[in-house]
C-alpha cells in the first residue's frame, strides 16, 4: 500500500546492514539455556535414550563431576548403538568426543554461521577453562531474533520517510503502515502537559474503560502499565500537550501515544534501563528511574517509538489477548 | 488479610476516611515510580516516602489498595482529597519502611 517501498539490491544491502547492527550485541550468553541437562560417561547409552526421551530434547552433553565437557550423545548416536546392539554399553564407548563447541562471548552472526557449516542440531557452550555452561539449538536463536524484533524501531528509510512528512508520521500507523483513523479511536485522552499533579490519569481512566469491556485483568494491567508511562513521558519530558488513543478488539488492542514536543534524539539510548533526563525536580516526585520505556516494552508485545529532537514522539504499542504474562 | 487488621496490629495511622475491608495478599516498597509501576503486585499495601499526588495513579493503575508514607512525613492536603475520591486508602507512620515491612511480615502477610 505504501509507496516507493519496492526493495532494490541496494535497499536489501542496507536492510540487512540495519539488521545486523540490531543484533550484533547479542551473544551466546544471552541465547543458551543455562539449566542443561547432562549425565557421567559411566551411565549407559540406555540411559541416556531414556533421558532424552524423557526430557524431549535431541542431545545430552557428558560431563565429568566438575562440569568438564567430556563429549555428547545425539539422537544418531543412539540409533548407531540401537542397530549395532550396544545401546547398554556405557556412554565412554559411544560417544561423541570430537566437539564443536562455542563460547559465551560469540556473537548472533558467529552462531549461525557455525549452525550452517556444521549442521549439528545443537551445540555445548563452554567457557574458557572448558566448563559446560550452557546448550543452544536452532530454537534458542528463533526466540532470541523473535525477541528482539518485538521492538522495531523505524531507523531505517521509512522513518526517514515518515519524519520528512510530518503530516503522514502522525497519520499513519507505525506498526500497521496503515492510516489511522484516529476519530475511530475507542478511548480518546487529552494530556495536559502543565499539570504534573494528573500525570496518569488518562491511563487511569483508559484502565477503567477496559474492565467495561474484558475481565482479562492481566491484559487491562499490562495495557494500563505501560500507557501510564508513556502518558507520564508526554508530561514531564515533551513541554507538549500530546494524546491518547486506545483501540478494543478482542483479540488486540492497541495503544497509541503521540505528544508534539522536545523528542528523543536518540530512541536507543532512551529505550536503556536507567537512562533519564528527567530534572532534580521531578525526580523528587519519584519520577525519572529510567524504567519507563523498559516498562513500555516489558509489558506491551509489540512497540515502536519514532521520533526525533524537536519532532514529537509517537509511541504505538499492541497487546495480545494471550500475549505476554 | 483484611486491612483493617494489618492497621490495627501494626499500629499504622489511617488518614483517608475511607473502609479498610479490603484484602491484602502483597507489599511492595518503592520510592522511584516507575519501579513501582514495573514491579508492585496487584491487590498490595505499598510502603513509600513519597507524598506527592502521582501515587494514586501508580496505586491505581498496578493495583495497591493503600498506601503507607513512612518516616513520619506527611500527605499533602490535596493528596488526601484525591485519594478519597480514587478509592486508595493512605496511611502514615513514624516507623522507617524496614520497621514497618517487618511490623507487617510478623503480622502474617508475605512471608
Ligand atoms: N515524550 C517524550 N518527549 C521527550 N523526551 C522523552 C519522551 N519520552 C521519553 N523521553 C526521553 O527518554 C528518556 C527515558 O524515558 P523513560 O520513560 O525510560 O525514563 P524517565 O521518564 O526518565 O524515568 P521514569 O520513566 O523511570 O520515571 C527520558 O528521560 C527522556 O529523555
Ligand atoms: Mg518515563
Sequence with gaps: ?325 | MKLNDLVEMCGIRVITSLPLDTDISNAYIGDLLSDVMGNAPANSIWLTVQSHMNILAVASIVGARAIVLCNGLHFEESTVRKAEETGIVLLESDFTTFDIAVKLVKCGLGG
Excluded at chain 1, 541416556?48 to 568438564?68: F, H, W, Y
Excluded at chain 1, 566437539?99 to 562471548?105: D, G, H, I, K, N
Excluded at chain 1, 521509512?158 to 483513523?181: M, N, P
Design chain 1, 1 to 325: 500500500m505504501r509507496k516507493g517501498n519496492t526493495l532494490t539490491e541496494r535497499n536489501v544491502d542496507d536492510l540487512l546492514d540495519k539488521l545486523r547492527g540490531l543484533f550484533a550485541d547479542i551473544t551466546a550468553r544471552d541465547i543458551m539455556i543455562k539449566s542443561v541437562v547432562t549425565l557421567t560417561k559411566d551411565r549407559t547409552m540406555w540411559q541416556a535414550k531414556e533421558l532424552m526421551r524423557i526430557c524431549k530434547i535431541s542431545g545430552v552433553p557428558i560431563t565429568d563431576g566438575n562440569s568438564q565437557l567430556e563429549g555428547i550423545v545425539s539422537i544418531e548416536d543412539i540409533i548407531v548403538a540401537l542397530e549395532g546392539n550396544h545401546i547398554t554399553d556405557p556412554i565412554e564407548k559411544h560417544m561423541t568426543r570430537n566437539l564443536v563447541t562455542f563460547s559465551p562471548e560469540m556473537n548472533l552472526e558467529t552462531l549461525i554461521e557455525r549452525f550452517n557449516r556444521y549442521r549439528y542440531g545443537r551445540f555445548p557452550v563452554v567457557d574458557s577453562d572448558g566448563k559446560l555452561v550452557g546448550i543452544i539449538s536452532k530454537k534458542d536463536i528463533i526466540g532470541a531474533i523473535l525477541d528482539k524484533f518485538r521492538l522495531i524501531y523505524v531507523h531505517d528509510n521509512r522513518r526517514r520517510e515518515i519524519l520528512e512528512q510530518s503530516v503522514d508520521w502522525f497519520d499513519k500507523s507505525l506498526i500497521s503502515g496503515d492510516y489511522v483513523e484516529k476519530t475511530s479511536a475507542d478511548f480518546v485522552y487529552h494530556i495536559d502537559y502543565t499539570d504534573v499533579d494528573t500525570a496518569g490519569v488518562g491511563s487511569a481512566k483508559l484502565k477503567s474503560y477496559l474492565k467495561t469491556l474484558t475481565d482479562d485483568d492481566t491484559l487491562i494491567r499490562r495495557v494500563s502499565i505501560a500507557c501510564y508511562e508513556a502518558e507520564v513521558n508526554v508530561v514531564i519530558h515533551s513541554g507538549s500537550e500530546g494524546y491518547i488513543f486506545a483501540w478494543y478488539d478482542e483479540d488486540v488492542t492497541r495503544v497509541r501515544v503521540e505528544d508534539y514536543g522536545r523528542g528523543i534524539e536518540n530512541v536507543e539510548q532512551a529505550m536503556k534501563e536507567g537512562f533519564s533526563t528527567a530534572s532534580d525536580h521531578v525526580r523528587e516526585l519519584g519520577f525519572g528511574a529510567g524504567m519507563g520505556l523498559p516498562n513500555m516494552r516489558r509489558y506491551s508485545d509489540k512497540m515502536v517509538v519514532v521520533s526525533e529532537a524537536g519532532k514529537g514522539v509517537v509511541l504505538e504499542m499492541h497487546f495480545y489477548r494471550n500475549g505476554r504474562k
